[in-house]
C-alpha cells in the first residue's frame, strides 16, 4: 500500500459522491408539463415586470461593493481577535493593530486617488 493510495480513495469517493448527487438530482427533479412565454417572464410580485430584467449598473457601484467585501472581512477577522484579547497579549495586539493599519492604508489611498467620490 503506497503512500498515495488514502488520497487516491478519497478522490474517488469525493467524485462519487459528487456525481451520484448531481445524477439524483437530475433523476429527481420536477419537469415542467409546457413551457409557454408567460412561464418563462419575471415574477415581480404578482406585477407585470416593468421593464427588461437584465439592467446595467455604473462601475463605482462594483467598487462600492468592493469596499464592503474588504471591510466586511476585515469585521470577519477582528472577531474572533476580540473574543480572546486577553489571552493573545501584546503579540496578538501588534498583529491586530498592523493589519488595521494596512487596511487604512489602503483605504487612504483609495480616496487620495478619487475611489470613493461620486461624480
Do not use: N
Request: with cysteine; hydrophobic share 60%; net charge positive.
Amino acid at each position: 500500500m503506497s503512500i498515495e493510495s488514502p488520497l487516491l480513495a478519497f478522490l474517488i469517493v469525493a467524485f462519487a459522491v459528487a456525481g451520484s448527487m448531481l445524477v439524483g438530482a437530475r433523476l429527481l427533479r420536477v419537469r415542467a408539463k409546457s413551457s409557454t412565454p408567460l412561464k418563462e417572464t419575471t415574477y415581480e410580485c404578482g406585477e407585470s415586470p416593468s421593464g427588461p430584467t437584465w439592467v446595467r449598473f455604473h462601475a463605482r457601484y462594483y467598487v462600492v461593493a468592493l469596499f464592503f467585501v474588504i471591510f466586511d472581512i476585515e469585521a470577519a477577522f477582528l472577531f474572533p481577535w476580540g473574543l480572546v484579547v486577553r489571552e493573545a497579549g501584546v503579540a496578538g495586539l501588534v498583529a491586530v493593530f498592523s493589519f488595521v493599519a494596512v487596511l487604512m492604508l489602503g483605504w487612504l489611498w483609495a480616496v487620495k486617488k478619487g475611489a470613493l467620490r461620486w461624480q
